[in-house]
């Protein structure tokens, strides 16, 4: 048995013993007593004239902290569109190096002419050009974080083409995941500007001369922007020394407010309500210049998740709106509970590389290496992962 599930249930047991229901009660409570009590203007200066970076990714706030909006109606002639993507990966146990990227889009129009369309566009990445950003020397392979970059251009075009069948109805471009290139941050800024973040900001450039919202969807976000910025008001050291702070009151509180999330913080919205718009201090957003993204939280039905989109589309008010809507539309039109918005689902499943189609992939690879008069071999712990030996 690979795994020994008898230990297993008995440490599971333990790691839920742990775990202090009422003690996280109190925080959440104390917590959403500082975000109505922090005067926001107050807290976004503070955040700003910093000079010092604070260790904590923290949000700057917009009109309010506690605010709350209620969804407006949604047009009753609309479209919906997705993106998401999948990639094969490069793997060093097989003789060629390439990758594959699948990106699928969902395109579905609601009202009097309801119609979908569906469709995915997979590519096959194998010439020293795209296996590496510098193909001379093979230096700085495109995989991890690079090769999720490489993606997410895929997906943002797909978005774009995909918007364009709206057949000039409203329309709302959905991403699965962030806007935020996290991933770019630790790379060489000529890299990131030459190679992928040029590119992305073009894409972002399309949408808003075509006045159409692009926004994203993170569901069960993970993020503690937003709480970050309520430790940043009441930390003694500012987030400078944690390590010398004395117990007290305002540390105990400072240092507990490190187990509650945003999307916990926003638990009050109800269903349809979104939160106020909040900056965030990302670094990499330096390198976005009017495109920089904006996000907020909105209730969809069981789940508060975090939405994201560029600054002039987070201050156009009715782009906004349309935004909250068409997504809350989405939910209310989802078959499951917590709601997930149909487009997403269905662009999802046009994207999704199974388990079969991978095998497939290799089995290919293996076929077109024999018939040039190559063999297939692979690395022999590439080999024993695939049969058994006892």
């Not at 109190?26 to 005067?39: E, H, K, N, P």
């Not at 000529?190 to 808003?208: N, T």
């Not at 240092?255 to 916990?264: N, V």
């Not at 201050?315 to 039109?333: P, S, T, Y």
């Amino acid at each position: 048995m690979p795994l020994d599930l008898g230990l297993l249930g008995q440490q599971i047991t333990a790691m839920v013993q742990v775990v202090d229901a009422e003690g996280r009660r109190r925080l959440l409570a104390q917590a959403r007593d500082l975000l109505t009590s922090i005067d926001p203007l107050e807290l976004g200066i503070m955040l700003k004239q910093r000079t010092l970076r604070l260790p904590w990714l923290v949000a700057v706030p917009g009109n309010s902290l506690a605010g709350s909006y209620a969804s407006g109606k949604c047009p009753p002639n609309y479209c919906a569109v997705a993106a998401d993507g999948s990639s094969l990966g490069p793997d060093r146990h097989n003789p060629v190096r390439f990758y594959v990227i699948n990106a699928g889009y969902a395109a579905l129009i609601y009202g009097e002419h309801p119609s979908a369309a569906l469709d995915s566009s997979a590519q096959l990445y194998f010439r020293d050009e795209d296996l590496y950003l510098d193909p001379l020397i093979r230096s700085a392979p495109v995989e991890g974080a690079r090769l999720n970059a490489k993606m997410c251009l895929a997906e943002m075009g797909a978005l774009w083409e995909a918007a364009r069948l709206a057949r000039d109805l409203p329309v709302v471009a959905l991403r699965d995941g962030s806007l935020i290139t996290w991933g770019l941050q630790s790379e060489d800024p000529s890299f990131v500007q030459e190679h992928f973040l040029g590119e992305f900001l073009g894409y972002l450039d399309r949408f808003r001369e075509a006045a159409i919202p692009v926004a994203s969807y993170i569901s069960y976000p993970g993020a503690r922007d937003v709480v970050n910025a309520l430790r940043a008001w009441i930390c003694p050291q500012k987030g400078l020394e944690c390590d010398s702070c004395s117990p007290s009151g305002v540390v105990d509180l400072c240092r507990g407010l490190l187990e509650i999330t945003d999307r916990e913080l926003f638990g009050f919205l109800a269903e349809g309500e979104r939160s106020d718009v909040f900056g965030s201090a990302s670094a990499i957003l330096d390198r976005y210049g009017e495109h920089s993204i904006k996000f907020f939280y909105m209730n969809v039905g069981g789940e508060v998740v975090r939405l994201e989109a560029p600054q002039w589309l987070a201050e156009d008010e009715a782009a906004l709106g349309l935004v909250q809507a068409a997504i809350h539309d989405q939910c209310r039109r989802s078959p499951e509970y917590p709601r997930y918005p149909p487009v997403l689902q269905e662009a999802h499943e046009q994207a999704v590389i199974s388990a079969a189609a991978r095998q497939v992939v290799e089995v290919l690879v293996q076929r077109a290496l024999a018939a040039r008069g190559l063999g297939y071999v692979g690395s022999a712990k590439s080999l024993s992962k695939r049969r058994r030996t006892v």
